[in-house]
């Protein structure tokens, strides 16, 4: 499985960078980085657009990600003196060092998020925040009625924000291969999860675009 998500991120490394929906969440994301903060670690870094943006707002930034080619093209793109990325599936990250800051955008849906967050605790520290941003299974009538905005938001903000640009046959393809890999929870269960590692304190909200932000400050 980890082989065929990382042979996915591989493609999609290549396209053409475009704005998306993780995007329209970068301001929300950053307004709770404390200033100040040591270090963080960015679980699924990409191509590294997020991770520079952060790298702003603390002292230094690792960014990891499991494809090769996400890493190369994110020195490419996205680089700063105050960050390292390397090639590194998070359940392989030694616990070594420890972060005031963890992040991780649309990422957490392909680990294993019942072994992740321990091991995140463990390698937070005290005051430590860790900001989530992912996507989650739909249901329900809340998400119904979300769907309902979402979708001609949606319409709307690609035009805005990417012009007239058309996918091409092979992006559209990419995606399609990526979407089988995709394994999404429900916004239940997903809170369940999170309340039972970190407590009833996180801060876990659906957002507009088939999105979840869940806040931890340990």
Not at 21 to 38: F, I, P, R
Not at 77 to 105: A, G, M, P, W
Not at 164 to 178: A, F, G, L, P
Request: aromatic share 10%.
């Amino acid at each position: 499985m980890k082989e065929d998500i990382v042979k996915s991120f591989n493609k999609i490394a290549l396209l053409d960078d475009k704005w998306d929906h993780n995007q329209n969440y970068e301001k929300l994301l950053l307004s709770e980085v404390d200033s100040g903060l040591k270090n963080a670690l960015d679980i699924g870094c990409g191509t590294g657009e997020f991770t520079q943006k952060l790298s702003k707002r603390v002292d230094s930034v690792l960014g990891i990600d499991i494809s090769p080619i996400m890493v190369e093209e994110a020195k490419k793109r996205h680089t700063s003196n105050n960050i390292q990325y390397i090639v590194k599936d998070f359940d392989e990250l030694n616990e070594n060092t420890k972060y005031d800051c963890i992040v991780s955008v649309a990422t957490f849906h392909h680990l294993d998020i019942e072994t992740a967050l321990p091991k995140i605790n463990r390698i937070l520290n005290k005051n430590g925040i860790l900001i989530v941003l992912d996507l989650y299974d739909r249901k329900g009538l809340i998400d119904f009625v979300l769907d309902l905005v979402a979708v001609p938001a949606n319409l709307i903000l690609e035009k805005l924000k990417n012009g007239k640009t058309k996918e091409h046959v092979e992006e559209i393809q990419v995606w399609k291969e990526h979407s089988n890999l995709d394994n999404y929870m429900t916004y239940k269960d997903l809170k369940k999860i999170y309340n039972n590692h970190f407590g009833n304190s996180i801060k876990f909200k659906r957002l507009l675009f088939w999105r979840y932000i869940m806040i931890y400050r340990k």
